[in-house]
């Protein structure tokens, strides 16, 4: 493994090879990175999400949509996890890289095809403008500085290549007020009541809700955020409100309807539920470009 990724790898780049993956030791072990390490290092857990999570028509579509071909290209996944994106897109990347914290995910990855990567996304071990495409699904909202994650992504890509993210939350859609906040506060008792939703046990619901930092009223992602980070880094900048329902439609301007509860949370915020800030997620697809803007 090591040999794959040393051409890539920075002058003071700090690897331990250990059975399964590549270890870059992390200094800083937020108690966020923990929540994070913990629940997607739990084998069931972890198994889980990459069977029932992300692996949809509408996402694959979406997601085909958005990268292209891939085939014989250098991808790094972030935030990787047990290995979704690679499970569901398939194809054959010249070399595919995924960088997570969690080893038994790591682990998953490793078996998909994957070049297994422990590491903080804040700081990685990488040279400059090696990668054609950077990944990040649903990992910049499990991420404590969601703009440090972004811009060490950015660093990554080659003039000319890619960077994608999916599926972290909108911030406008997500900012609950007065009942519907109300409603947001009270939701654990009523998942217990009714064992309703995708965890089985209270600590899984318990670990699964610690990592996601910034999925809740008052968190989230906007617009204005990847454009400010990006464009400065010599990117053109897309940014796709969408519902989760809906594949390549998505890069049409197409944002689908939402599930009656999120409709109902942003009507009882005084919102209207066809908004473009009512859609739950943004997807951005940001080019960098092969030379500098002379604006």
Known sequence: MLAQIKPF??????????????????????????????????????????????????????????????????????????????????????????VDVAPKSLEFAKDLGY?????????LPFKSEFADIVTLNAALHHCENMEAVLKEAARLVKPGGLLITDHDPQLSAWNYKGLAKLLWNVRLVWYKV????FHKTNSQQYWGLACELHHKPGHGVTKLFFQKTLKSMGFDVKVFPHNHQLGAEVLEGQIGKAELKYRVGNILSGRNPNAVGSALTLMCVAKKRAFKSSL
Do not use: M
């Not at 070049?115 to 996304?121: G, M, Q, R």
């Open 115 to 123: 070049l297994p990567i422990l590491a903080d996304a804040t700081s």
């Open 194 to 197: 009714t064992g309703h939703g």
């Open 9 to 98: 790898l920075a002058s003071n780049a700090n690897v331990e090879e250990k059975e399964n993956y590549l270890e870059i030791p992390i200094q800083n072990q937020t108690n966020g990175l923990k929540a994070n390490a913990y629940y997607f290092n739990h084998p069931e857990w972890a198994e889980e999400y990459l069977n029932y999570c992300h692996r949809s028509d509408a996402f694959i579509n979406r997601w085909r949509a958005a990268i292209g071909d891939w085939t014989d290209k250098i991808v790094v996944d972030l935030g990787c996890g047990p290995g979704n994106i690679y499970a569901s897109l398939k194809g054959k990347p010249k070399l595919l890289i995924g």
